[in-house]
Antibody, heavy 117, light 111 residues
């Protein structure tokens, strides 16, 4: 059974860097797309970006200038870094495993990240 | 970007009755391999979203058969044949045809 477990700092100050890691248990990286999605409080879901099993990322145009995603197959995890955060980056961040056509079959538990001075 | 518009945004239902949610896309979602790249997800209160339907009409593993997806072109529908109390939450459609992948605004199903 595939499980995704994520962690990272939950409280940041403006201009700091948001860093989250998602560990993958029970499955391989091969053939899958590893995604990050966020959800501002009380709002809907927003795709942040993804990285495929070869390590090639694809970022949301709105965030690409601040975003870095990486994959570490030796540790079975993938990571998200979002630089220069502001209050508008406050959200629950989810990691998920998907495929070429979407199909987000497995999700992490979510991490609430609050940006506040 | 592809825009997905869901309706209704709020759906009060009675247990045992059917329910239907529409998802309209700003562009066709037919891929070159003949499949529609449209998924449905349910986010129950306080939980991560869960996978319901893929490629427009295929139920994900473990999803009850009271859930069904249909549609073509730019119009897609999620139907629940008989709503149960455990089905409450917010339903989202998502397109996987191109990046950025986009979601509908969500439809809140309440009993």
């Amino acid at each position: 059974q595939v499980q995704l477990q994520q962690w990272g700092a939950g409280l940041l100050k403006p201009s700091e860097t948001l860093s989250l890691t998602c560990a993958v248990y029970g499955g391989s990286f091969s053939g899958h797309y590893w995604m990050w999605i966020r959800q501002p409080p009380g709002k809907g879901l927003e795709w942040i970006g993804e990285i495929n099993h070869s390590g090639s990322p694809d970022y949301s145009p709105a965030l690409k200038n601040r975003l870095t995603m990486s994959l570490d197959t030796s540790k079975n995890h993938f990571s998200l870094n979002l630089r220069s955060v502001t209050a508008s980056d406050t959200a629950v961040y989810y990691c998920a495993r998907g495929g070429y056509s979407g199909q987000l079959g497995y999700w992490g538990q979510g991490t609430l990240v609050t940006v506040s001075s | 970007d592809i825009v997905l518009t869901q309706s209704p945004l709020s759906l009060p239902v009675t247990p045992g009755e059917p329910a239907s949610i529409s998802c309209r896309s700003s562009q066709g979602l037919l891929s070159s391999n003949g499949y529609y790249y449209l998924d449905w997800y349910l986010q129950k209160p306080g939980q991560s979203p869960q996978f319901l339907i893929f490629l427009g009409s295929n139920r994900a593993s473990g999803v009850p058969d009271r859930f069904s997806g249909s549609g073509s072109g730019t119009e897609f529908t999620l139907k629940i044949s008989r709503v149960e109390a455990e089905d409450v939450g917010v339903y989202y459609c998502m397109q996987g045809l191109q990046t950025p992948r986009t979601f509908g605004q969500g439809t809140k199903l309440e009993i």
